[in-house]
């Protein structure tokens, strides 16, 4: 069955998608050194768009997407507040603002469970599987195709055209925030742009992908290629290329071991992450003799 | 009310049995994360709580149930597995230390999420029982599993308490431990293995997900009330107790919600008010300081625009000539002057501001330590006299007696400061 049929082409580019804009956006979180921010805010729109869903009464409604940018943003809000009003170490706010904000969001879907058609699975794993039967139709009747495949297809477009546009200025501050600031450019604002984008695209992808699976699609692509590379670009350019990657193969072992897609898209990226790691180590090059040999002597 | 009775008075005596699991659980998990937090590592535990999942789940993969041993066997699996993973790769890669928990922790959990949609489709029966590790739930903890989630609780307690000097110089000074000998590496893997375990029996009542919580926010929390280790784990202790119990009883009241997320809201909702309240530390507190602080400057000002103003020849000041020295500040100089009046420092006399005697003494050793101060940095750190105002205009609320003698000791009792304007003192009029 191992096929590739319209439904094995829809659901890979729509993973290929979604991992890409998580992999750009994640490409200036891990130079920021904010990846564990994006993990915060990741877990932090769960209330946002369970009471999006509950005032709208679907979850295709512009309300959720609001709702959880709204939370993303009070989440970095009430990090910055925890760390510089009262003053808790960085790490330690981060633990306690997405604890509490997750948890706020299981208790409304508990309690909301009556009107809400989410559950504590949906959150998890979200559901790219049953993509092609979640059509789009329009008022008219017309079958537009698969609803998410939209929805990932219009957020790529929206962060592309958003690290395109503010490129330079987003290189500029996330690697000299100070030399930014004399250039003129509104680093808090910019900051704020990229925590709003962050949030827009798990919520875009939550329903794919699930809100906890976003972090690694938005954490280990970047990682894997900052092991090799340094220069931005090529930075950009290998994140792409991974996102794609562990979309296809993940789909097809999922196939194969009948398990969730964007749980093994996951692994697949933690083992290419893996094998990078050890190819690119202190130690292997060493074994390789690739490294000079003053650092040979140093290690 | 019904209900609380029933729960509270323990006469369902396994509701007794998993309160005291709860107790015990919880303050081996804060006692850990105390530790971690003042480690500066709150997010590993994060990171190992979400690792434990894929463990869990070939646990019971293996076991074919839940059975505790399989489960906290590859519970301890995995997350022996992800703390390993993050340092070698702390110490074998350029990425930050974010990136690699971040990537760890996502990982580790697709994996899980992997695993348990395998589960999910062999159709086990006692599946269902899994699903309660990623949000908890301890109601449903079994009482053959509750011996050995308290007996590991125990051991992470009795060892943490046992050890409490190695453990503080690792958290504290590591440096300085390996210097007198200590194996802090060895300490390090053992911290590690009892945070592991804290983990692994954390999870059955609050869950993968946000276990990070148990560890981090009550060490967080306790950190505002004290400076003292002791105090410190007692607190945090306490905070994750009745946590725990609030979240247990909730899921008592209504079932089908996981305790997990209402232990997470009755510890946020506890760190929320130390961080608010807290004597010292919190928020409030340290606003009112400043506060207060604000206000005695500008009393000092006040008095100190006073007594120029007797040097230069004048009685005293009416109140549109001190408010016109402070532009800005209307509300401060009219709070300063009543203040000052009902302290004696001023009198009113027909509307000319005037020091009293207590305030002259108050108002002289203001300007004298202004003076005095100007005089060191121009003397000693051989400041130019027009460049020395700004720091005397601060240090001037500040320098204690102590420190004033010092400097008067110094500098040889000086009678004129650089602007050669007289240094005032208590007995010039004599």
């Known amino acids: 069955m191992m096929t590739f049929d319209q439904n094995a082409f829809l659901i890979i580019s729509t993973a290929s998608m979604i991992a890409i804009s998580c992999g750009l956006l994640g490409v200036f979180m891990m130079l920021r050194k904010m990846s564990m921010t994006g993990d915060a805010i990741s877990h932090a729109v769960l209330p946002g768009i369970v009471i999006g869903y509950f005032i709208s009464g679907s979850q295709r409604g512009v309300e959720v997407i609001i709702g959880a940018g709204l939370l993303g943003i009070l989440a970095t809000l009430i990090i910055d507040f925890l760390r510089k009003k009262a003053k808790v170490q960085l790490d330690a706010s981060i633990g306690i603002t997405f604890t509490l904000l997750f948890a706020i969001g299981i208790i409304l879907i508990n309690l909301l469970a009556y009107k809400v058609d989410l559950d504590q699975e949906c959150v998890l794993y979200g559901e790219i599987a049953y993509l092609p039967i979640d059509l789009w139709i329009t008022n008219s009747g017309f079958s537009m195709g698969p609803r998410i495949t939209w929805l990932a297809l219009l957020n790529l477009l929206l962060v592309g055209s958003f690290i395109f546009l503010l490129f330079k200025e987003l290189k500029l501050t996330s690697f000299d925030e100070g030399f930014g600031m004399v250039m003129g450019i509104p680093a808090g604002a910019i900051n704020l742009a990229l925590m709003s984008m962050v949030s827009y695209t798990t919520v875009s992808s939550f329903d794919a992908v699930g809100a906890i699976l976003v972090v690694a699609l938005l954490v280990v692509p970047p990682a894997t290629a900052f092991l090799w590379t340094k220069d931005i670009k090529s930075l950009i350019k290998l994140t792409i290329g991974i996102g794609i990657g562990i979309s296809v193969l993940g789909y097809y072992l999922a196939f194969w071991a009948d398990s969730s897609i964007a749980g093994m898209m996951v692994t697949v990226g933690g083992a290419v992450f893996l094998i990078s790691a050890v190819l690119t180590s202190k130690k292997f090059k060493f074994r390789l003799g690739t490294q000079s040999n003053q650092e040979a002597f140093n290690s | ?430």
């Open chain 2, 1 to 430: 009310m019904e209900d609380f009775l029933y729960f509270f008075s323990f006469q369902d005596s396994s509701i007794a049995f998993i309160v005291l699991g709860i107790t015990i659980l919880g303050i081996g998990s804060a006692y850990v994360g105390t530790f971690s937090f003042l480690d500066n590592k709150a997010l590993l535990g994060d990171a190992i709580s979400h690792s434990v999942l894929p463990g869990i789940c070939l646990g019971f993969l293996l076991a074919g149930e839940k059975n505790p041993y399989y489960i906290v066997g590859g519970a301890i699996v995995s997350g022996s597995a992800a703390t390993f993973l993050t340092s070698w790769l702390k110490s074998n890669t350029k990425l930050s230390e974010d990136s690699i928990i971040a990537t760890v922790l996502s990982t580790f959990f697709g994996l899980g999420i992997v695993l348990l949609t395998v589960i999910q489709k062999t159709g086990n029966p006692e599946m269902a029982g899994l699903n309660q590790f990623i949000f908890g739930n301890a109601i449903g903890i079994l009482e053959e599993d509750l011996w050995v989630y308290g007996g590991l609780s125990l051991i992470i307690i009795l060892s943490l308490s046992l050890l409490m000097k190695e453990f503080s110089l690792l958290v504290f000074n590591q440096e300085f431990g390996r210097a007198i000998g200590y194996p802090m590496d060895f300490i390090r893997l053992v911290f590690n293995i009892l945070m592991i375990l804290s983990v692994v029996i954390g999870i059955q009542a609050i869950g993968v997900v946000l276990m990070a919580a148990l560890l981090i926010t009550p060490g967080a929390a306790a950190r505002f009330w004290t400076d003292r280790l002791s105090t410190l784990l007692i607190l945090a202790g306490l905070f994750a107790v009745i946590s725990g119990i609030t979240g247990t009883y909730i899921s008592f009241v209504l079932p089908k919600m996981p305790t997990g997320p209402w232990v997470v809201v009755c510890l946020s909702f506890l760190a929320l008010i130390s961080f608010l309240f807290a004597p010292k530390k919190g928020i409030l507190f340290r606003y009112i300081s400043r506060r207060k602080y604000l206000r005695k400057t500008h009393r000092d000002h006040v008095l100190k625009s006073l007594f120029k103003a007797t040097e230069e020849g004048k009685k005293g000041l009416n109140k549109n000539e001190l408010l016109s020295l402070y532009p800005h500040h209307k509300k401060e100089t009219l709070g300063s002057i009543s203040y000052l009046l009902k302290h004696n420092q001023l009198n009113n006399i027909q509307g000319l501001i005037e020091l009293s005697e207590s305030g002259r003494t108050e108002a002289k050793r203001i300007v004298r330590l202004h003076r005095l101060w100007e005089s060191y940095l121009n003397e000693y750190m051989n400041i130019a006299p027009d460049h020395v105002h700004d720091s005397a205009e601060k240090l001037e609320h500040l320098i204690t007696p102590e420190l004033e003698e010092l400097l008067d000791n110094r500098l040889r009792y000086p009678k004129l400061d650089p602007h050669q304007e007289n240094i005032p003192r208590d007995h010039d009029d004599i």
